[in-house]
């Protein structure tokens, strides 16, 4: 194959600021005010949540890599030759490089990234260090319907997601079922899924993990209402807000929110929003599962266990299923 030297081009599926509009304005009107965690990943916001993953307390990150690292040759002999990697959420595609270095003949790699700053950057870097790569870069939301491009949809020959960095755990568990049943008719009959996952543990691990001491952190989360300041025309005072994160032991989940610390009135467009004195805005889950019930969750989306590896201090976990 000829080093490809054309321009990137990206299919562009984005979100439009008035899709954006429409969540936040619901979010902020429901008794627990609330705004979808995929707002979080502006390019400021992918680009602090990369430094999150370079602190010493964000274990996940850290843990996900030792086990690619270690075990990336077993993972390839399992995937086979001739695959399609598919990777929804590919933020800066650092783990898919321990994959791609011993992958036998990709058929390609598709990245699927809601911003597309962050994914141009991506591609741009991934054509440099594999130039032989056929790279498909996606801008999308992949929690919501899409089409690939037709070159992938007709791709015959087998199909693998590779859904990293425990993103899964965002969604409630009934939510995490359907996005693994799209990720199984994405690859379609004897397609796989590679899937990272957090573990469950002592809760002192969370809340370092998520409430940092150099307040990074916090500055991801407060950036959410910047973001919003500046695309909707909002009037948050970012002084205001504190971030908060806990582990809710009875639904195991990380849970962050921003807590309002006065009374206060704020505007988002043309509505506003009253704030008591410690109410909170629900930014994200992160949900925790054992093995055992990770894999009866994709058994439910028609997932079959064929194999999981764990770092040695058992934080994390990285499973490998095949559809159904």
Known sequence: MNVNTRPIEIFDFSVESNDMQKEVLIGLSKSQKSIPPKYLYDEKGSLIFEKICQLPEYYPTRSEHEILKTNAKEMATLIGSDALIIEPGSGSGDKIRHLLKVLKNPKGYIPIEISREILLRMTEELHEE????????????????????????????????????????????????QLLKKFGKMTGHGGAVLIGVDLKKDHQYFEKAYDDSQGITAAFNLNLLERINREL???????????QA???????????????????????????????????????????????????????????????????????????????
């Open 130 to 177: 594999f130039p032989d790569l056929n790279t498909i870069p996606v801008c999308a939301d992949f929690t919501l319907d899409l089409e690939l491009p037709l070159s992938v949809d007709a791709y015959s020959g087998k199909k693998v997601v590779f859904f990293p960095g425990s993103t899964i755990g965002n969604l409630n568990p009934s939510d995490a079922v």
């Open 233 to 243: 025309d909002a009037s948050f005072d970012l002084k205001k807000f504190t971030h």
């Open 246 to 324: 806990y582990y809710n032991e009875v639904l195991g989940r990380v849970e962050m929110h921003l807590v309002s610390n006065i009374a206060q009135l704020v505007r988002v467009n043309q509505t506003t929003f009253r704030f008591r004195e410690g109410e909170t805005i629900h930014t994200e889950n992160s949900y925790k599962y054992s093995v055992e019930e990770f894999c009866e969750l994709a058994s439910k989306a028609r997932l079959e266990i064929k194999k999981h590896w764990q770092d040695k201090k058992n934080m994390f976990c990285i499973y490998y299923f095949e559809k159904e």
